[in-house]
């Protein structure tokens, strides 16, 4: 536990790719107090069941406000789209009734109902999230009109975690998970997994320029903003000193490394136990 609470904003993935989140929001906002809790120890969520997720996603959750976090995103799209509907309505109110979390998936799915043109909208994400059909709840909660085609796409993660985005097998595995969303005339494609942003470039190539990219990365980042103007009853109690802290249950030369390059810049980190 830290010794100085800092009245952080808290960012939690199950893994490394929360922390480009991290990055969209700090462009964004670069007074605040950030605290990023990275559950490496245990990744990946995208494979577990609902229950495990859930159970994951609130053991953070108590150690996140327990080290000073007035509000927690989730920037995991399994953690968000299992856990959070649950956290939100049911856990917070009997424990932390002063305290906020939020989720990645509907500020995404907000802004490619906003941009698809021919209300047909692709996703891509990993098998929980696909699995959890959350994205099209909310879509279609949006605008019933829309029509949701979803591709779960199980080998980008570990693609991106060995640094090998720019390969051609991932090229490969790339144009097999983009073309039947692209033969389904998608104008308007969600990367549904927060390490997806990595890969933004690659796929834009594949995809061409007629269809609309949603990067949580960028997406989140103005939402948040917006969120905290919304709501200054939880702006006013967040620190302004501009630090940022790492911290992971698995801490390894890997996620100095890759937490570095989805930072854009050198990071340093500790271990925490849960």
């Known amino acids: ?109 907000e802004e490619a109902a906003a941009r698809t043109k021919n209300k047909r909208v692709g996703i891509i994400a990993t098998e929980g999230t696909v699995r959890s059909a959350v994205f099209a709840r909310e879509l279609t909660k949006i605008n019933p009109q829309i029509k949701v085609f979803q591709n779960p796409c199980p080998l980008l993660v570990p693609i991106v975690e060995a640094g090998e985005q720019n390969s051609k097998a991932a090229k490969l595995i790339l144009e097999k998970y983009l073309k039947p969303l692209i033969k389904k005339n998608v104008d308007t494609l969600i990367l549904g997994c927060t390490h997806y942003g990595i890969l933004e470039k690659q796929i834009r190539k594949i995809v061409g320029r007629s269809i609309s990219i949603i990067s949580e990365a960028k997406v989140v980042a103005k939402k948040f903003k917006d969120y905290l103007e919304r709501h200054p009853e939880v702006k006013s109690k967040l620190g302004k000193d501009g630090v940022v802290f790492f911290n992971s249950t698995d801490l390894t030369g890997k996620f100095i490394v890759l937490g570095s390059k989805f930072f854009g810049k050198k990071i340093k980190a500790r271990k925490m136990v849960l």
């Open 1 to 109: 536990m830290l010794k100085n609470k800092e009245n952080f904003v808290g960012v939690f993935d199950s893994g490394f790719g929360g922390i480009n989140i991290l990055r969209g929001i700090v462009k964004k906002l670069p007074d605040y107090n950030y605290f990023y809790f990275g559950d490496t120890a245990r990744t990946p969520y995208g494979t577990r069941s609902k229950e495990i997720v859930y159970e994951f996603t609130r053991q953070a959750v108590d150690f996140m406000f327990a080290n000073g976090c007035e509000i927690i995103i989730l920037a995991c799209n399994t953690a968000s789209s299992s856990a959070l509907r649950k956290i939100q309505r049911k856990y917070l109110p009997m424990h932390y009734p002063a305290k906020k979390v939020l989720g990645v998936l509907i500020p995404a799915a």
